[in-house]
Each structure stands twice: as C-alpha cells, then as structure tokens.
C-alpha cells in the first residue's frame, strides 16, 4: 500500500510537471489553458468555463467537447464546438450555461443540465 502512495506523490510532484511546463520544439505551441471554472454559483445554472490562448497564432477548437460526469460516473457531453471555431492568439473563450447570469457575455451557451 506504501508503494502505490509514493508513486502518487511522485506523479503529483514530477509527472504533472509535464503538464505544468511542457517542453516544446520549436514551431509547437502550447496547450489551450481552462483559466477558470465555476460549478456553482448563486443560482445552479452560473456555471461558466474559460479557456485561453497562450500563442500567438489562433487555435482551432472545432469539434473539441465539454463533457460532464455524474456522482454516479455516467457522462454527458455539455458543448460540441462548431467546425471553425477558434481562440484568437492571446484571448480567452467562455462558454456559460444559457439560463445562468454569464449567458449574455459568453462567446457560446449550451444548457448543462444532463
């Protein structure tokens, strides 16, 4: 049991480490960045996801998915984005649940009920 919480702590402290600072060639760009969350808020359905460009070339997001898992482990997809959609070098892209408060400030709204 010892074993398996070691290499946990090892993959939490130098395997993330990967994810934190990518190594890239050159010509690679970075990941897009989920810059912020919100699963709740005031009313049930504030929810909002914010995702930023770190390059500065657009990125194509087009048929990437916003997916949503259950307590019970069952999932479901929230979004399926548009064939050309894209975050401008340097910009963030919010999608927020259409009936919550961020709906009108959105770049795209789906609701997120299951």
């Known amino acids: ?17 990967d994810l934190l ?3 890239l060639a ?11 969350v919100q699963i709740a808020g005031e009313a049930s ?3 909002f996801i914010e995702l930023y460009n ?8 087009s048929n990437w998915q916003l997916r949503r898992k259950t307590e019970s482990g069952s999932v479901s997809s929230i979004k399926v984005f548009a064939k ?5 070098p340097y910009s963030y892209y919010l999608w927020a ?3 919550g408060i961020f709906a ?10 299951p």
Not at 1 to 17: K, N, Q, T
Not at 54 to 61: L, R
């Open 21 to 23: 600072f990518p190594v």
């Open 104 to 113: 009108n400030i959105a770049d795209t709204t789906t609701s997120s009920s």
């Open 26 to 36: 050159q010509g690679e760009s970075l990941p897009v960045i989920i810059r912020e």
């Open 1 to 17: 049991m010892r074993r398996v919480s070691l290499y946990r702590i090892f993959f939490l402290f130098f395997g993330a480490a």
């Open 45 to 47: 359905d504030d929810e």
């Open 54 to 61: 770190p390059n500065d070339t657009a990125i194509d997001i």
């Open 84 to 88: 050309d959609t894209t975050i401008s």
């Open 97 to 99: 649940n259409s009936t």
